[in-house]
């Protein structure tokens, strides 16, 4: 299935007449308030709000600040928002599918094959006509999904190292942050050695859309992907495994897998030994 639906291709799935599609609202800041506020005031009808930190994460540690959430927690998350195994999930945001393509790659993870993000979000949503609703969702029967995890390759430190030099590995954060100029978050500034800078908002434009597949392409040429994923491998990691998922889904959108680092850089410096570079080169 396509990574990416257009709010149109939405409002069709959501009618009566039509097999049933879940859609979560994974609306989310970074170290800010939870979003359920906004999520009441309006959401796509029948969506279910996603609490990225407490649903999509277990609780930070030395495995970083958003590390994977436990398998059985997930699936009992995933079964009362109504999925099954064969449910079609649609995940959207109010921002530029960062939040959004955590959730996709994390169901992705768990098996679920059919989960495509809203491109442009709330925003193309309501853009294209479409109404929220206010308030809480009905909930639909307890679905019956089960999470075999590991359906999307992953990397931890050592073979994060190892990618870093023999392949491809990209930073997604701001460019500031690479270089160690800046780190609002993380107690150490820098990036991984060898890593290439690749800040996620480069893979949309100013409406939060991604951009078309041949800038995609483009962009990930000049960054050194090429088309042999066997010649060249492709990692990617963040500040916690985030916003590297939005560019694991902007790769693929390319024709390009690649492997996450899920613990990332929070998790790269909880070890003293592990090196650490600064500046605008890898």
Known sequence: MRPLIEASELAGALTPMVSATVVLDVRWRLGGPPTYPEFLAGH????????????????????????????????????????????RVVVYDDANATAAARAWWVLRWAGLDSVQVLDGGLAAWTGAGGALQPGPVDTRPTGTVTVPP????????????????????????????????????????????????????????????????????????????????????????????????????????????????PGSWSEWITDPNRPVAVGPEP
Do not use: K
């Not at 649903?55 to 009362?80: E, K, T």
């Open 44 to 87: 796509v009808p029948g969506a279910y709000w996603v609490d990225l930190d407490a649903d999509l994460a277990d609780p930070p540690g030395r495995g970083g600040r958003h590390p994977l959430p436990d398998p059985d927690r997930l699936q009992s998350r995933l079964r009362s928002w109504g999925i099954d195994d064969d449910s």
């Open 150 to 261: 590991g359906a999307m390759p992953t990397l931890d430190a050592d073979g994060t190292a190892r990618l870093a030099a023999e392949g491809v590995l990209l930073d997604a954060r701001a460019a500031p942050r690479y270089r160690g100029e800046v780190e609002p978050v993380d107690p150490i500034a820098g990036h991984i050695p060898g890593a290439r800078s690749a800040p996620t908002t480069d893979n949309v434009d100013g409406t939060g859309r991604f951009v078309p597949v041949d800038q995609l392409h483009e962009r990930f040429a000049r960054l050194g992907i090429t088309d042999d994923a066997a010649a060249t491998p492709v990692g990617v990691y963040c500040g916690s495994g985030v916003t590297a998922a939005h560019t694991v889904l902007s790769l693929e959108l390319a024709g390009r897998a690649a492997a996450l680092y």
